[in-house]
């Protein structure tokens, strides 16, 4: 059964979570990364077990990276990912942070391909580094040229977001060699941020950044936060390539403290038996890739939808409205240009794109993770809404 499909409007909105309570109850939500699926049952049976037995203590053990490793050898064909180069941190932009203090300091420049997770501008420069943009190029995906463009500013890092958010891009082999290459050449550090990964739906294939060559002193995070919707239980992994083995020895120990023992039992049975019911979810969220492009077509024929080739997530091109747009980018609560319109006049939560960086401004990115009902009633309203905004402007 389709995972998407089994929740109500009415389950939806008894859910406490801030997808569903940030805003009014006449608003739809398509806005941050929270799935409407009820739970895996390898995950709920994991849980249910734990809570029944009282086991709530401290995580141990290498149990969520071998259960990761042996997902990453059936999905991706990948076994290089050894469970001894792997860390507990309590989620990907922490661990993020960590790996950034392990081969970064202080005013360090860090580069993101923007437009790009608006927590990579947060994280980073609350750790103290200074961000640098490689803009992506007018097709959406990595442009060689600009990022080596900011790679001769002296970065120490850069900071990948593979698959792509917002833009739903799945980075190629090519690519990724070419990145893998630059960033030898300018003695850069790249850290992967992989959370997507097992998102990538038909069409595409996902290539761990850590099984380029050249990538051997990189770092990359998992999580099963996305794939499995475990957002709320914290746990994720931060992955060594051979030659960065040292550096995270020197990971202190207090970091792997922070993940919650029921969230590392989650994303452990995610990856270890959650395998088909994620199979299920693909097939959903391939169905509603498909919905959504026939309803942009139909209620929205002025604007052009990214068709994305992983996530749950479109960048959707609002630029013809002309609406105005200014803000700060990494502010994730800010709601200003298209979003604010389709908030205001349409009842439909998006995110605004300028907080994505340089380039998302005038785009909106919408969250199709939901109920084929949902997404073609949110359709609906937005397409009203530029009616009426079209007649008024």
Not at 135 to 146: C, H, Q, S, V
Request: with cysteine.
């Amino acid at each position: 059964m389709n995972p998407l499909e089994v929740l109500t409007l009415a389950e939806l909105r008894g859910r406490t979570s801030m997808k569903w309570k940030t805003h009014p109850p006449d608003v739809l939500p398509l806005w941050v990364a929270e799935l409407d699926v009820p739970l895996a049952p390898a995950v709920r049976e994991a849980l249910h077990r734990a809570i029944a037995t009282g086991d709530t203590g401290y995580p141990c053990g290498r149990g969520y990276a071998e259960a990761l490793a042996r997902f990453a050898e059936r999905r991706w064909g990948w076994d290089g990912l050894a469970a001894g180069r792997t860390a507990l941190v309590p989620d990907v932009m922490l661990g993020v942070v960590e790996a950034l203090r392990l081969v970064t300091d202080p005013g360090d420049a860090v580069v993101v391909c923007s437009p790009v997770y608006p927590p990579f501008y947060a994280f980073v420069t609350h750790a103290g580094r200074r961000v640098v943009e490689a803009p992506l190029g007018a097709d959406g995906r990595l442009d060689l040229t600009t990022l080596e463009t900011a790679l001769r500013e002296r970065p120490k890092a850069l900071l990948l977001s593979s698959p792509h958010n917002p833009t739903g891009v799945v980075h190629t082999r090519d690519e990724l060699s070419a990145v893998a290459v630059l960033a030898r050449r300018h003695g850069v550090r790249v850290i992967a941020d992989e959370i997507h990964a097992p998102l990538v739906l038909g069409g595409a294939e996902f290539t761990p950044y850590l099984r380029i060559p050249g990538a051997e002193d990189a770092f990359a995070l998992f999580s099963a936060s996305k794939g499995w919707n475990l957002a709320g239980l914290n746990a994720a992994l931060l992955v060594a390539g051979p030659e960065a083995a040292a550096d995270l020895a020197r990971l202190p120990e207090e970091v792997s403290h922070g993940p919650s023992h029921l969230g590392v039992l989650a994303h452990t049975a995610a990856f270890a038996g959650g395998g088909e019911w994620l199979d299920e979810l693909l097939r959903g969220l391939e169905q509603n890739r498909d919905l959504l492009t026939e309803l942009v077509a139909e209620h929205l024929p002025g604007l052009s939808l990214v068709r994305p080739e992983a996530t749950y997530l479109a960048w959707l091109d609002c630029r013809p409205l002309g609406i105005p747009v200014t803000g700060r980018p990494g502010v994730v609560s800010e709601v200003a240009g298209p979003a604010r319109m389709f908030l205001e006049h349409a009842r439909v939560a998006v995110t605004s794109g300028h907080v994505f960086g340089t380039g998302g401004a005038g785009f909106v990115r919408l969250n199709f993770g939901t109920s084929p009902v949902i997404l073609s009633e949110a359709l609906r309203r937005m397409g009203e809404a530029v009616s009426r905004f079209s007649r008024t402007t």
